[in-house]
């Protein structure tokens, strides 16, 4: 069975939205394997041995030109807890979008701690998380005691995002104070995106002060990416 010496596979996983993440495999593979392999990602059958061929001349296929960044998904399917799209290109390559929800831990840093028996105040701490080239955070004055928890002011928002933009930074104090079930709760709201329109994501970074317990913030990115370029 002839072999190919060299095909190049581009897989690129996105934990936040690094775009950049992109990486070359050369490896020895079979055209057989190829062949299964693009059948079982939905290549059209058809398409499959002109695929392959270019792959083992060295040519840059479809999902990999800049001229095809704007090309519309095929089939598109998302709800609130994520999504799928898949997009297929003229000469028959497939890319695949998948989109899951995801959180990470933040912290409460710096400012000026105070407490006492049972109680806290905290001010100018600065609440900050990053996930990938994604970091962002705001500034808060809290304060805690047995059955209260309160959030006094927020302020101070920012986000960077590295080989990227973002937009509709928005902070506010979702909920002052805590009752017995609910926490007080602050949030910073923006979008992320990549440079040339790869992708992009909704972030937010939310600060919570308990009834009874210490603060604490999470970095959530509601549609999530994991995205697979199938060559």
């Not at 939905?42 to 040519?59: F, R």
């Not at 028996?117 to 001010?123: G, L």
């Not at 970091?135 to 304060?143: D, E, G, H, L």
Request: charged letters at 20%; one cysteine or more; a positive charge.
């Amino acid at each position: 069975m002839k072999r190919i010496t060299k095909i190049i596979a581009i897989i690129l996983t996105v934990l936040s939205i690094n775009c950049t993440s992109v990486f070359a495999i050369e490896t020895s593979v079979s055209r057989y394997e190829i062949k299964q392999k693009l059948l079982e990602v939905g290549v059209n059958e058809n398409k499959i041995d002109s695929l392959v061929t270019k792959i083992q001349d060295g040519e840059k296929l479809d999902c990999m030109k800049e001229k095809y960044n704007n090309i519309k998904p095929t089939v598109k399917s998302w709800t609130d807890t994520g999504g799928y799209e898949k997009y297929v290109y003229p000469d028959g390559s497939v890319k695949t979008l998948s989109v899951t929800p995801a959180i990470v831990t933040g912290s409460i840093i710096d400012g000026t701690r105070t407490s006492g028996s049972n109680w806290y105040e905290w001010t100018s701490a600065r609440v900050i998380a990053s996930w990938g080239v994604v970091t962002a955070s705001f500034y808060a004055n809290i304060f805690g005691a047995t059955g209260q928890g309160k959030i006094n002011k927020v302020w101070g928002k920012g986000a960077t995002v590295v080989g990227g933009t973002f937009s509709g930074l928005d902070l506010k104090t979702v909920r002052a104070e805590t009752t017995n079930s609910t926490p007080a709760q602050a949030r910073l709201y923006f979008i992320g995106k990549c440079t040339g329109d790869f992708g992009q994501s909704t972030f937010y970074l939310r600060l919570y002060v308990p009834y009874n317990s210490a603060p604490y913030a999470k970095f959530s990115m509601p549609n999530g990416i994991d995205v697979l370029l199938l060559i």
